[in-house]
């Protein structure tokens, strides 16, 4: 069965088995039709294989839509997202599936302010698929232009953040093991963290896009990594996805620092120089409210998902914001996830501590977070999570996606799935044991509701 999977994150699917060019030309058709009858869409593409084959269906249908094509190459999704607002375009695309093998790519849709589409905005895209407008005539066609320079504008603003000593930073000549799964990483990482004085030892940092392990950075598939950070004696690890959008640390012990903590220390960081609100969504650690608190900031949580987050940081004027899977999210360059960012933060954050990484990891409050799934074929899920709303009715509730609910000693979220019957059950607790034991409490809640 063709896999094909379309949301507020844009439209993601295997090569010859759901991402067909008709498929591509059906989705390009309507976000032109969304952007209006003319203008500039920035287009990139993480390095993966199937990238020139997309790229070409992408920028044939924007040209025979009447749209000039900025193509910045391989590049970053946060690049596309920042050449969007710099460069004064009506729309960005970034060819991507982020963490999904090889086999997939995708089209990570944005708008005109260099953001992911809002769901209301994606709803009003989705709604133009069936009538789509004509196509332009000969001299009515847009034109390509390329525009390498991108890339390197959207590192020398980050090297530009506020708060960031690079003087100083490159006086610690931090030593960093760097993995970009041979992604869009392998083009600007490297750099960056040299222009901060780092010693980088470079692994799967070659541009081949063809990634040698499954790249989602999960422990799992970090194994490599890990043993080369304890091998190298590295102060830390900087893990990124094909992308570059998110972020994941090892310890110099050549451990996990856990991917909820990269966005907890970021939250401290920024927090301690300019105390304000903060947004993450509702899978989020709670170490993130326990920092906020001690440092004058107020949590706000959003749905699950990039665009959710930063409608709802607009919405607060949050001084930052992210995810607990390592999106780093911070506005005083863009609003987007950006493993560029976080990282320069964590390299400030680790110098301000003057510990090593292991130490930073322990100043973090410690919370553990349980993930399971449980098969509720042939039930309406809505019903099943309105019975554990009626069940847990006078607890803290939050019902903006899913079911949270929060309890002194933990929290837990429930979440249908869109795509298959299963109902996911996300539970944090202070110690792995009160985790595992709280996840699968819930599910044979649910269990007994089926």
């Known amino acids: 069965m ?50 020139g084959y997309v790229r070409n269906i992408v920028t044939g249908t924007l040209q025979a839509k009447g749209f000039d094509v900025i193509d910045i190459g391989i590049c970053p999704t946060p690049t596309v997202l920042y050449a969007v607002r710099k460069l004064g375009a009506d729309g960005g695309i970034q060819l991507s599936a982020s963490h999904n093998p090889n086999e997939w790519n995708a089209l990570k849709l944005l708008n005109d302010e260099g953001e992911f589409m809002t769901p209301e905005q994606n709803k009003v895209m989705l709604e133009k698929i069936e009538n789509p407008l004509p196509y332009k005539p000969w001299d009515k066609l847009g034109k390509v232009e390329f525009y390498s320079e991108a890339i390197r504008e959207h590192k020398e603003d980050v090297l530009k953040l506020p708060h960031i000593n690079i003087d100083a930073i490159k006086e610690r000549k931090f030593k960093v093991l760097l993995d970009c799964v041979n992604g869009a990483g392998s083009y600007i990482m490297p750099e960056l963290l040299k222009d901060f004085g780092c010693e980088v030892i470079e692994l799967n940092c070659e541009k081949t896009g063809i990634f040698p392990r499954l790249p989602e950075p999960i422990p799992e598939n970090l194994t490599e990594a890990m043993a080369a950070v304890k091998e190298h004696g590295a102060d830390l690890g900087v893990i990124v996805d094909p992308d570059v959008d998110r972020l ?48 004058g900031g107020k949590v706000f949580r959003s749905p699950v998902g990039e665009a959710n987050v930063v409608k709802l940081m607009k919405e607060v004027d949050a ?63 809505d019903d099943v999570l309105a019975k554990m709303v009626e069940k847990y009715k006078d607890e803290k509730i939050n019902t903006d996606d899913g079911v949270r609910i929060d309890f002194d000693d933990h929290w837990v979220h429930f979440r249908k799935s869109n795509t298959e019957p299963i109902v996911r059950c996300i539970a944090e607790a202070k110690s792995p044991e009160k985790s595992e034991a709280a996840a699968n409490k819930y599910l044979e809640e649910i269990k007994a509701l089926l």
Do not use: C, W
């Open 248 to 295: 994941v640390l090892i310890t110099d012990r050549g451990e996990p620092f856990v991917e909820e903590n990269t966005i907890s220390s970021a939250v401290r960081f920024v927090l301690s120089k300019n105390p304000g609100n903060v947004v993450v969504n509702l899978s989020t650690t709670r170490a993130v409210d326990d920092i906020a608190s001690e440092l």
């Open 319 to 381: 001084v930052i914001g992210g995810e607990g899977s390592g999106g780093v999210i911070y506005p005083a360059l863009h609003y987007g996830r950006d493993a560029l960012v976080g990282t320069v933060l964590i390299l400030q954050s680790l110098l301000d501590f003057g510990g090593t990484m292991t130490e930073l990891k322990a100043a973090i409050p410690e919370y553990h977070i349980t993930k399971k799934k449980v098969n509720i074929a042939g039930k309406n899920p």
């Open 2 to 51: 063709p896999t094909l999977m379309v949301s507020v994150s844009g439209v993601r699917g295997i090569v010859g088995d759901g991402l067909e060019p008709e498929v591509l030309v059906k989705y390009i058709n309507a976000y032109a039709d969304f952007i209006g009858s003319k203008g500039k869409v920035v287009l990139g593409s993480d390095g993966r294989i199937s990238g």
